[in-house]
């Protein structure tokens, strides 16, 4: 058996989804009227606390449809050092929003509020004016970690004293509100907008939802269109999108568990430190390079993916039960046992 712990991005449908698709009434979203992508759309603004939402392709998508909605070109846009946005969207904040990016550190991926004030720029006839504020929670590349809500809501009244507004790539919120124990919408009622994913933990096969105000949401609608992002028959992706919302958010908790007990299998293992996990994502720091260990375990039928060096990255999903936990516990084991890594 294959334990796919490259991302929670791999997972399949459920049989409810299928059905779901199967059942799903369908219109022309572009057109302006697909029943199923318009409920979808307004169980994610009820369920984030928010007026209204836009189905879109992908996370990326919805994260830079926000950036180039909130903001003009030229703008200076605040992000966390080792963000998704900056990281992994293909410069796309410079090539489609066209904004400055200037970034704030933090403490595993959590940005302190006090930091903040001193990277914003007035806008003056030499420095470019800082307009928005963008968060990741749970934070991928430090490893899952989660943002308190009182952190949020210290953000939210620097950002506001600076006249910022915020965004929060919330691609695992959902990750973020179980590990926290607080409803989704104690998360992000101190953000602007919210983008999350349904196409990862929530195991939908495609598909991200951006919520936020109604008028910003009229204004994102124009630039999905621009992006090419505009599906037609929608309703057969937000009808998995559905299900995830109303069936696949309280067993994220199993896979919390889960990279908490590997975390725990394997800390005193030689040349291995796991970083103790909040979420799904388990990051171990090697003293061997992390694709040896990678192509070991691929070897092995353990697929991971290394993040840094000496960083390989595990993720916990729905298709990973505790046998898949066991297997890639014994095999990380027998490999440091052995020396082979
Ligand atoms: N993350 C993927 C890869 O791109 C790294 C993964 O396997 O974790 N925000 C965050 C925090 C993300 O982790 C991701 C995807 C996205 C946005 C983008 O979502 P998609 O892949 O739907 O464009």
């Not at 969207?89 to 403490?107: I, K």
């Not at 992000?188 to 949401?217: E, M, Q, W, Y």
């Not at 007990?261 to 061997?288: F, K, Q, Y």
Request: charged share 25%; glycine share 8%.
């Amino acid at each position: 058996m294959t334990v796919d712990l490259r991302s929670d991005t791999v997972t399949t449908p459920t049989p409810a989804m299928y059905e779901a698709m199967a059942a799903a009434e369908l219109g022309d979203d572009v057109l302006g009227h697909d029943p199923t992508t318009e409920r979808l759309e307004a169980l994610a603004a009820e369920t984030v606390g928010m007026e209204a939402a836009l189905f879109v392709p992908s996370g990326t998508m919805g994260n830079q449809i926000a950036l180039a909605t909130h903001t003009r070109p030229g703008d200076s846009v605040l992000f966390e050092d080792d963000a998704h946005m900056l990281f992994y969207e293909a410069a796309a904040p410079a090539v489609f929003a066209g904004v400055q990016a200037r970034t704030v550190p933090s403490d595993r991926g959590i940005v302190d509020p006090e930091r903040v004030a001193a990277r914003v720029l007035k806008r003056s006839e030499h420095t470019p004016g800082t307009t928005l504020l963008c968060l990741e929670n749970t934070h991928n590349r430090a490893g899952g970690s989660a943002t308190p809500v009182a952190t949020h809501a210290r953000l939210r009244e620097v950002a506001s004293e600076a006249g910022l507004k915020v965004h929060l790539d919330g691609a695992r919120v959902f990750n973020a509100a179980v590990a926290l124990g607080v409803p989704v919408r104690e998360v992000t009622r101190h953000v602007d907008t919210v983008n999350f994913c349904l196409s990862k933990g929530l195991a939908s096969p495609v598909g991200s939802v951006l919520c936020g105000p109604a008028a910003f949401i009229g204004e994102a609608r124009f630039w999905r269109k621009r992006m090419g992002g505009g599906l037609r028959q929608s309703g057969l992706l937000a009808a998995c999108g559905i299900v995830s919302l109303t069936q696949m958010v309280d067993r994220l908790a199993e896979d919390h568990r889960r990279a908490a007990a590997l975390a725990e299998a394997l800390s005193g293992l030689p040349g291995i430190r796991p970083v103790p996990p909040e979420t799904n994502i388990l990051m171990l720091d090697l003293d061997r390079p992390a694709s040896e260990w990678q192509g070991a375990l691929e070897e092995r039928g353990v697929r991971t993916i290394p993040v840094a060096p000496h960083r390989l990255r595990l993720v916990f999903h729905k298709d990973v039960d505790d046998e898949g936990l066991e297997q890639a516990g014994r095999h990380i084991r027998e490999l440091s046992d052995s020396g082979l890594v």
